[in-house]
Every structure is written in C-alpha cells, then in structure tokens.
C-alpha cells in the first residue's frame, strides 16, 4: 500500500511541502571566472492538493542531484518546472543559500584577499507557469555613527555592520553588482586583508563619511530607485553598536510583494 | 548640533527603524500561576518620515525599562502607543521572543516536570492607531512515519518535530491554549521526564498514530478553522527525519496577512 | 526486563553520560536583589562503569526539578552529591549557562537601563569527592584599535568585543566582581541606554584609550595574577573589528587545568 | 610609528593571538575524485613573547590566500611552519571547519545521493617544531532505543543522533574512513535519498539493531582501540530524542590529550 497515494478526506490543501535544511555542494556564476563552487543550505518545496495525503520526499533530492552542476538564477526556471513535472505539483518553490567569494584588493597596496557575502536565490512558479525570482545578499559593511562625531571633542564609535539586500529584476542581476552597489553607500567597506597604508584609508574614509543605519539604508533605496531593471526589494541594514550590546536596524521596502499563490 | 533632528532631503520615508536583539528580563501571564519571569529577545521600530534624518534610539530602551514588569499581549497596544508618542511616530512595531514553561506531568506515572516553548509576541500599530497582535509559539512533538510503519515488517521511523504555529485572534489567547492544540495533533507530544511505564505509553501510542508532517499540519488547521476566535494563521511543521540528514517541511496559511502599511 | 541495568560487556567505562541541551528557569544569587530569575540551559553528565550498560536518564531531570529555586555556585556540590547518589555513579558533571542581569547606570546621565552577560557555571565531582567549580562569564565590550589612531589623521576604527572570563577560587566569586574587572580594562564598558553626554563621554573615554585584543587580554590577566582567591583562569577576547568581515582573538590561560579524572 | 612593534612591559606572553571566523573556500582531499571544493571557517593563531605588544594580523590572511589551493592535513605542518616564520612566532595553531560531502548510495535501491558532514582539521606546532594534527568529523546517524523497544508491545522511540569523533593517528586518516567506522556502528545510519524498498530496509535494519547513546560510544571506542594507527581519540554521541525536548549524551576520551604547550 503505498500510504502518500491515497486520497485525502480533510479537505485541506497545503500550500508548501518539501525538504528542508538540505547542505549540498551547488556551483554559481562568478561574472570574473566563469562559475565557483561553494555549498549551499537547500530548501524545496511544492504545493500539494487537498485531495492527496503526502508528497514524494525523495524526489526533490533526485532531482538537485540532477540539476547540482548548474544552479544559477539562470537555470532556476528549468528546476521550478522540473519539480512540478516530477511531484505532480500547481506551484514549486526553492530557496538556495549560500556563501560567495569575490576577490577584492585592499585599497591603498591593492594586497588580493577573498570577501564572503552570504546570497540567496529564491524561486517559485505557479499554476500558469509564471515565474518569481529573488536575488539575495548580505554584505558587510562599516559604519562611523554622525552622532557621536558630532557632539565628540575626538574620535567617533563606528562598528561592522550588515546589510540585507533582496531585489527583483527584469533581466539577469549579478551578486556582484549588488554587493558593489551596497559597498560604495557605506561609511567604508571591509576587507579581507589590509596593510598599514589601507588601515590609514579605511580610517579616514570611515570618519570623513558618517553615516546612521538610516543614511545607509535610505542611500541603497535611493539607487535602486534609480535603477530601472529593479522592480522590487527590500533593503535592511544592521549595526552592531561599538557602544551597545544591542544593535541598531532600519528598513525600507519598495511595496508590497507580488503574490503568486 | 542635534544631527538626528535635522531636515533630510532624500525624499525617503523609512518603514522601521529602532533596535534590535535587546536580551531583557520580562514577566509573561501564566494561567496556572498568574505570571512568570522568563527572559526575552525585544526588537522594538518605528517609521521615520521622509524629512527626519534620524530617530532617536535610546528612547526605546527607555521607554521598555519602563514597561518591563508587566508586559504581555494585554500591554501591548500600551508599549505600542507610548513608542509613537515617545518617538514621534506615525507607526510602531514590536517583536518579543522568550522560552515559556509548562508543568507537564508524565502520562502514566505523573511524575512531574517542565516543557519549554519558544514563543513570540508580534504588537503594530499603524497611524490610524489600529493594532494588529499576532502570537506564535513553537512546541517540540514526536511524529511517527505512516510510510515506513506499513511497509516494514516491524518497526517505524520516527523522530523529534517542530510545529511554528502563529495566530490572529479576536480575544485574547492563551500561550497554553496554543500548545495543548499542537500537542494533541502530534503522533505523541514530548515531556521531560519520562519513567519506564511513560516510555512505553509514548511509545505505543506514537506507534498507533502515525502522521506525515502532512498530517500534522493538516489535523492542526482543521482546528483553527474551525476556532471562530482566530481570524487568520500560518502553522508550519518541521520534523528532523531520523533517516536522513535534512528534514521534512510543510506549512499551511490561511490567507493573506492582514497589512497595516 | 531493565535494559540498562544489563551487565555490560565490553570492558569500556564511559567518562560522561547523561542530559543536555535542558532549557530550565533557574534562579540565581544577585549581589544587590538577593536573588534573581533567569532561564538555563543544562548539561548534567556521571560516568557509568564498564560493567554497567546504560545510566538512568530520568533521574537526571527529576534532581533538577527538586533542586530548581536554589541553584547557584554554593548549592553545586549538593546537586553534585545527590547526582552521585541518585545515579550510583563516582563522578558527576554539571553545566549551566544562563544571561544575568545587573542594572547599570549612563555614565553622565545616570540613565538606568540592565545589562545581559552570559554566564556559564561548571561544576564537576569526582570519586573521592573533590568538587572543582568553574564561574564563566561573557562581558560585551568596546575597543579602539590603536594602531589605527596611531597612524590616521582622524577617527580610528573601533568596534565591539566580547571577553571570555573563566575562573576557579578559593570563595565564592561574584559575576559582578568578574564582570567589574573586565569592564574597567576595555577601552570603554558599553551600556544599554546611552544619552547625548552619554555618548560623548564614551565616545571619547575609548579614543582616549585605544587597546588592541592583546592589550585587553594582558590587563585582565594582570589583574587575575594578583587576585589571591583565583587560583586559574583563561581569558578570551574577541573583537568584531569593523573593517574586516572575521575577528580578532588573543587569548591567555594561567597553566594546565586540574583534572579530577 | 608602528604601534604593533613596542616593547611590551606587562612581562605577560599569550598563548594565543590570531584571527577568528574566517570563511574561505578551500580544497580538501577526496579519496574517490582526488579533491573536492568546500568552504571552510578558519581560526588562525601563534603565540606571543611578552615582550611584544601585538601581533600581524594582516600576515595570516596573506598566507592563507598563498596556501588555499591545496589545504588539507598533508600541507598543514607546511602552513604552521610557514605561520611561525611569518609572524616570528614560537608556536602556531590552526583550526579549519567545512562540510565534507561523500556520495553514497541507498541500501537497496542503489540510488546516488550526497550525505554531508561536518569535519574540522585542527593542527599546533611548538617551538620544537613538534607537530599535533587532529581530525574530527561529526556524522549523522539513527538511533533506536533498546528501552523502548524491550518494554513496549509494539514499535520503539528513535531519533536522529549526531556523532562528534576527535582522533590523533600516526599515519595520514581519511575522513572517508572516519565517517565509515562511525556509520557501521549507529542503529543504522542516514542518507539522502531513500526510495520506498530503501526506506524498509533501514527502518527494519534499525529495528533490529537498537542501540543507547552508551552503546555506540562504547562500540566506535571498541574499534578505535583496536586501530594501531590511533594514537587518541574522543568521542561523544548526542540524540535528539523524539520524546524529549533535549537530548540524550555519552562520551568516551581515551587519556589525556597531548599538550605541547
């Protein structure tokens, strides 16, 4: 008796069941080299109709094991659909998570060092076979609070801080288009590896360029506002206080999210 | 120079702005023993309008200093309400996360014990001083595989879950309310302390129940539905598979979250 | 049949079996309340012999509901004792982590507002009924890199940190006391309500006394050397430095740990 | 003025100073495809003599980014000498985590999947460029409980449990074999994909084996003794009981660990 195929009397559709917390190595598009490979944190889900009891667990693995080589935002129309066909679904959706590295140079001796971003892609299609896509990122960034140089006879707190970034798009958005976009409306941006010549810089930068959460967050909108191929997101910053135990945060969304369900 | 009070002129409204992960000390309503002192993670926003440059972020803790010792879903349009006026504002928001405890007896032999629930307030109020309360609680269970039960010879996996359940409601509802709904849907609900004769209760009766994380999410918003007190809810079900490395996942919501933006 | 009072064959003793990851409220001593409430979570462990095949593990949470209201540093060697008892075994091993709380005062304004530090208290027993007792603390901090300001025409970078403090003593130790030393070698303590003066006076102090994690590790470490009543320690700090996306760690132990085992 | 290069007069050395939370991609060995891409959180330490005020925290990062084409246990004597000699240290330490993906098959069905595990390469060299590798690897597994299963008329509790093995070796280990000693140990042990025959056979394999946390801590340290080429270990089992809300631990450590301090 196969006990996920029988009919479901409770008359209750439920709108996503999948796999959850699914660590598997995944390679992306890397604008600079081609692809990387990094390992991502997968969640899979579809929906499942009121009249059947269960989904087919081991088919959402099967089917990332066919797909692994080539996860992108590129191929994720393909892999929404394919999880339809093969689960007998209305709707799919997927949310990989994962670290990105892109090479930077420090600013001053241009020393190379790697910086990790954490990324999302998450994708759902529907019953008409429309597709939404969002891109993530999280990147970290430096923060001198105005504040605090203001009233202060020397110095100024500043702190890491990290940003949220979600966007939806017209074409194609590379990861390192929105980390540089979020980089160059912080106090500073960080680095992997500085010398004492880039620490002089970041320094001065930081204190020449003061900035609240609600600077930075209200200059990223103010980009994306301008940036035609953006047609949503959400932008979140977060500060973690030099002078606090708590942290600072502010938010802004473009509106409401497009609903597909 | 107050910066904070200056004039802005990105022409960007906010839509939270406050602190974040604050670790505090609060007394929650407890139906057995009128309340009880647990410890909280607060977030607590406001808006801030186009022409304000910053809001002012130690008001906040201020202002839960104050309110610290009685707050509760019952407080909440009060804190809600005092943060507008305290900080200017058109809209607040607050967050409330904290482990609550239960006295559980075990099933057969009453020993006694405590279980331990993460639970949430959510608290908004919009600029037409309309509140909006949601509250959520996450309660561990114990779910058997229906699958791997018929088509074994003996046996059956089985493994700890987690169940998300947040509500809207008209009256008030009790932590404990939410709980014992979750539990009775469960394969079996957990305890603490567990005696030999409880063992073999639990595990007899979970043998005799078996749910996929369908049916649990299902069974659970069976009840909801029909609860004329709640007027909207998610419930998610999360069980980490004992025969694999990730888990198994299934949400239901029952529409869209009513919008005070 | 009693499974785990079988005969065990395998020649092989077990060094620690037992609970973990139990979420309790506990309440603990507080120099200026007497007492307060807060939340734990607890690891309580014996060694089973080799001949013996499995430990009781109700037993475990049943001693600790008993002695729930009067847990501290100076109740440690009786739950250890009645865990030797209660388990028939020769050595048993407690661990309770848990945020306390101290009120803390702005340091212009006098503004109150509380302070969590994460507190762990480990205490071990052995067969012949040595008791050895650890009192940890993690204290928030805030540092200014004084290389930066050394080398910068303005600011300096700064960012927060957190101390890792682990002690052993001849009496009792307060974690006020432990919280007390760490905070007075930071280049600034941070507070959780901060007004304008407040933040000036801050913000200066730590500009005004740049140290690098090596600085603050030394000081702690000189000031614990001639502390008579601490017979070990090691000490941890680790700061978020807010131009890089990793931290920095120094960290000093006062020689090998004593081993009951 | 090079702040890090002062006289230090606290006359206090530090056993460790370095950087913390670095993620970075690396390549580690791969018995079956010769190598594999992961990403690793790095901690990277020496020593300081108490006459120096700080260390080069720059330098780590510059030899990492040398060193991370070919980072595995085999090249680490290479990097902590080369952390010496670059930080004029005595001592080094390294310590790198990263998921470990093996592909294996399901038991009946033979369907291909990739499991994931935790592992961490630990390495220290003194000042006799003496040098301490450790290798550890958390799995998971499946655990039935034979309590449960003795005194109930049907069915038995079981869970997902994960395994945390520490070993020092004389000869290079692989994790491949690490993971293999541990899997054939549990009650049975996970996979990815499991179809319907797969998922039988596991269910009636684990029923059959049922084994407390005290079982298969005693027999990964049974074969671990009989491993000439395993010179230390520890290891500890910890469930996730499915009737509890905590968990279930044992571990075994076979002597005190080698210090080269």
Redesign the interface.
Known sequence: ????NER?Y?N??????????????VTVLDRNNGH????ASI?M?VD?PHEC???H??RF??LL?LFRPKLSLKTFSDILNQMKAHLNAESAHIEVTF?F?IEKQAPVTA??????YTCRFIGSVNSKSSVDLVSEVVV?I???????K???????????GKVYLSTRFKKFIWIEDMVALVERTAS?D???????SD??Y???K???NPK????I???I??EL?ADKNITWFAVGV?N??????????????SG?EP?LL
């Open positions: 008796k196969d006990v996920q479901d409770r209750i559709a439920i709108n996503k069941v999948g796999i959850k917390g699914l660590r598997y190595p990387q490979h990094t390992v969640n889900y499942l009891k269960g989904t667990m081991s693995v099967e094991h670290p590295f020393s190379p060092g790697l910086m990790d970290p430096s923060s001198v609070c105005p504040c605090s203001e009233i202060s006879d020397y110095g100024a707190h500043n702190q890491r500073c960080v680095y992997s590896v500085l010398k004492r620490e002089k970041v320094t001065e930081g204190f020449s609240f959460v609600e600077d967050v209200r200059d909108a103010l506002k977060e973690y206080e030099s002078i606090h135990n708590h942290n600072a945060y502010a938010c802004i969304t409401q609903s």
